[in-house]
């Protein structure tokens, strides 16, 4: 469960020249609320998808959720339709999984892949893969392989685990949150222009919710998702607090996005067929 612990709400200004800003009053779950009302949106089918440890929305106008196993996989992505099928399998090339833990959608039809997960916080380095999302894919669960950028990063101080991976989807600025606990989890910005040949420095530029596994921005980029196992936390604007939902029970949960129509959250989970559930989204106060 949840510690309660003191928790510092965040807002972003997004642009090239601000970042992200963190503002406003600490905001805490509340204890006993009843769980957001759940449907399952769909059902991922593939017995190859055991444990599935992030979501990211299609970047075309299509129903595909693309989602990947934790650790212990080869370097692939799985784009999966609305009725739970594998409609193909990416293979990127040239990459390694030591432990990917999140994916996001990103400008220009790009797709991130975050190997950022580190139990032990004993990694130099991690490392987030770039490639763009194909705008024909075959059917029938087929292997394409895919050109892939890797860029490395590595914590202003000491190694940290995370399992959360944000990119905005208009600006391309990326962010990680650890997972962490008694208030020392971080929000961590990447550096505005990123270099392949050298690994590149985060920046630590906020406090975050405790044990947070999941994050994610509205497709406006205008709203932020973080969540952890038990609680949502949505933010918006510059100042205020998030609003705090508590979530209905998964077996898992380490992954969430926000629908395209921006009003929804879904929450995916570990395990052999595992459902996505759909909840509506609460929007914070400006």
Known sequence: ????????????????????????????????????????????KDK????????????????????????????????????????????????????WEDIAAGPKHSLWVGDIGDNRRARKQIAVYRFTEPKQLPRGGRTVKVATKKYTFRYPDRARDAEALLVHPNTGRLFIVTKSARGSAGIYRAPKKL????????????????????????????????????????????TGRPAVM????????????VARDGTKILLGSEGEKSPVLQIAMTKPKK
């Not at 972003?12 to 204890?31: D, W």
């Not at 405790?210 to 949505?234: C, E, M, N, Q, W």
């Not at 508590?246 to 077996?251: F, T, V, W």
């Open 1 to 44: 469960m949840l510690r309660r612990a003191r928790i510092f709400s965040f807002a972003m200004a997004i642009g090239a020249s601000t970042g992200l800003v963190a503002l406003g009053p600490a905001a805490a779950p509340v204890e006993g609320a009843a769980a957001a009302k759940a449907r399952v949106e769909r059902t991922i």
């Open 195 to 238: 270099s392949t040949k050298s690994t590149n420095k985060l920046t630590r530029i906020a406090a975050a919710p405790d044990k947070i596994t999941a994050g994610t921005f509205s497709p406006d980029g205008r709203t932020r998702v973080l969540g952890s196992y038990t609680t949502a936390y949505t933010y918006r604007g510059l």
């Open 48 to 99: 190859a998808i055991t444990e599935s440890s992030g979501l990211a929305r299609s970047t075309y106008s299509r129903p595909l959720l693309f989602t990947h196993n934790d650790s212990g996989d080869s370097a692939r992505v799985f784009a999966v339709d609305s009725a739970g099928r594998t409609r193909a399998v990416l293979r990127l090339k040239g990459a390694s999984a030591i432990d």
């Open 246 to 257: 508590a979530l209905p029970k998964r077996r898992q949960g380490e992954s969430l996005e």
